[in-house]
């Protein structure tokens, strides 16, 4: 009878084991799907300064085309677009708004530079 409550006591641990291995197995699937899901949100977060600079990047193109060119008031609207798209993505966060509208100012300023140098 002791042999038998042996094996019994040895498949029971091992089943134990397995059940312990399993829990660590989905434990380990569900700490890499978070990790790989945190990466992705961090490498999509825009920041206001960057969003600005893409609107400025967008105004900067936009101005190097000839006055005459048709496409040239259809990319300045695009840029005003994406300005208000982020303004409104900002209007509930104060710091951010601050962020974003310094960064475009500073942008304006450049712009402003420029225009005056080639004159």
Known sequence: MKKYQNVKTVQTM???????????????KFVVVFFIFS????????????NAEKVCDCFVKANKM????PKRIDEQNNCDQLQHKFLK????????????????????????????REK
């Open 14 to 28: 091992l089943i134990m084991t397995e059940i312990r291995e399993l829990r660590n197995f989905k434990m380990m």
């Open 66 to 69: 000839k006055i005459d060119e």
């Open 39 to 50: 990466f992705l949100q961090a490498c999509s977060f825009d920041s206001p300064k960057s």
């Open 89 to 116: 993505r900002y209007k509930d966060d104060e710091e951010a708004s601050k962020n974003f509208n310094s960064s475009i100012e500073e942008c304006a300023n450049k712009l402003i530079e420029e225009s005056l």
